[in-house]
């Protein structure tokens, strides 16, 4: 019988050998592959030291959200005071929140079928996984459901990661600056297509992280809870990609 070093050592050449086939491409998509081959077999042969990885994907989760608020509120004040008829633009957004509405209505009742019809992650083990206790939550009548959705502080709203507060502030932002005067509204208009752009660039940026992201969460969920939850992320993966292709063909085709 082999050696326990031998088949590791194979592993790891196998996977030093895809990387450097990988490099000369220099596609992310590649690279977030070759996160992920890395991340498994750490977190299989050394499953102390892989759990140290989470910080890794933590910090990428945290560069996601601060880019959400920003983009926001940027290409929907382009958007909409880039438009000279506020008018117009009022029937296109009723148009367009009606569309959404219906398609996204459509889209859960696919969604719930599908994962009703695999069981996704159904039998998955909870062992090792610490249950945190949930503070009690008072029940929100209807009055406190549509407050909620109104900002108090703008930068309260983004700190807090919630969007349709940021989203309800950019429209009446928008409106307001379509409103003003020409020389003021070109600049603040300007800005705004300025951050847009600097968000988009800035996205590009964080995305080279998400090797490091991808890697480091499945190093440390192999480490901690083996790999159980990785077949079940593949059924669930599988089942969303079903879930998609029939929501292509059923909805959005005929529409």
């Known amino acids: 019988a082999l050696p326990p070093a031998v088949p590791v050592a194979a592993r790891w050449l196998a996977i030093v050998a895809i990387a450097a ?5 220099r596609s992310l998509t590649l690279w977030i592959v070759v996160s992920m081959l890395v991340g498994i077999e750490l977190g299989h042969d050394a499953p102390s030291v892989a759990m140290n990885f989470k910080v890794l994907s933590d910090a990428f989760l945290r560069l996601v959200k601060t880019i959400i608020a920003p983009l926001v509120f940027a ?4 958007g909409i005071a880039g438009h000279a008829d506020l008018k117009q633009v009022g029937r296109m957004g009723l148009k367009a929140l009606v569309y959404f509405e219906v ?3 459509f889209a859960l009742f696919i969604g719930l079928a599908a994962i009703n019809l695999t069981k996704a992650g159904v039998g998955i083990s909870q062992a ?3 249950e945190e206790a949930l503070a009690a939550v008072a029940p929100q009548s209807a009055a406190d459901i549509i407050l909620h959705i109104f900002p108090e502080n703008i930068a309260k709203s983004v700190a807090e990661g919630q969007v349709l507060q940021v989203v309800i502030f950019a429209i ?32 590009n940026v964080v ?39 029939a929501f292509v063909l059923l909805i959005l085709l005929p529409v």
């Not at 705004?192 to 968000?199: I, Q």
């Open 21 to 25: 086939a990988v490099a000369p491409r």
């Open 75 to 78: 290409t929907l004040v382009v």
């Open 103 to 105: 398609v996204t209505t």
């Open 128 to 130: 090792g996984v610490k």
């Open 172 to 203: 009446l932002f928008a409106i307001g600056l379509a409103l003003t005067p020409e020389r003021p509204r070109r600049v603040m208009l300007e800005f705004c297509e300025s951050l847009s752009e600097v968000m988009f660039k800035f996205t």
């Open 207 to 245: 995305m080279y992280f998400a090797p490091l992201g991808v890697g480091g969460a499945l190093a440390y969920t192999v480490g901690k809870m083996g790999f159980a939850p990785l077949l079940n992320a593949l059924q669930l993966l599988l089942t969303l990609y079903g879930a998609l292709i």
